[in-house]
Nanobody, 115 residues
Framework: VQLVESGGGLVQPGGSLRLSCAASGFTFSSYTMSWYRQAPGKERDLVARITSAGDSTNYADSMKGRFTISRDNAKNTVYLQMNSLKPEDTAVYYC?????????WGKGTLVTVSS
């Protein structure tokens, strides 16, 4: 199993970023995929989740209306479009999924929101 996140970087408050997570080594289209984030000194928290077919999504309350999760099962990739970014969105963002009770994560991509 391999999950590789990309697209992070430095962005000004109010700006946008699109994160990608390329998956391999498992049947991507069979699994619900999630984005999590972890700010310095804090726990890893759920950002958004999308079902295997992409027909249902859910978001943490603070991301609703600003973030959009999507997936392309033909490309084995899950995305996170982040708009209206705030300094408190600064964190390492991880994609992940659960198989047989085991959590799989990528190495993450750092998003820094600062002027």
């Amino acid at each position: 199993v391999q999950l590789v996140e990309s697209g992070g970087g430095l962005v000004q408050p109010g700006g946008s970023l699109r994160l990608s997570c390329a998956a391999s080594g498992f049947t991507f289209s069979s699994y619900t995929m999630s984005w999590y984030r972890q700010a310095p000194g804090k726990e890893r928290d759920l950002v958004a989740r999308i079902t295997s077919a992409g027909d249902s999504t859910n978001y943490a309350d603070s991301m609703k209306g600003r973030f959009t999760i999507s997936r392309d099962n033909a490309k084995n990739t899950v995305y996170l479009q982040m708009n209206s970014l705030k300094p408190e969105d600064t964190a390492v963002y991880y994609c992940g999924f659960v198989r047989w009770g085991i959590n799989y994560w990528g190495k993450g991509t750092l998003v820094t929101v600062s002027s």
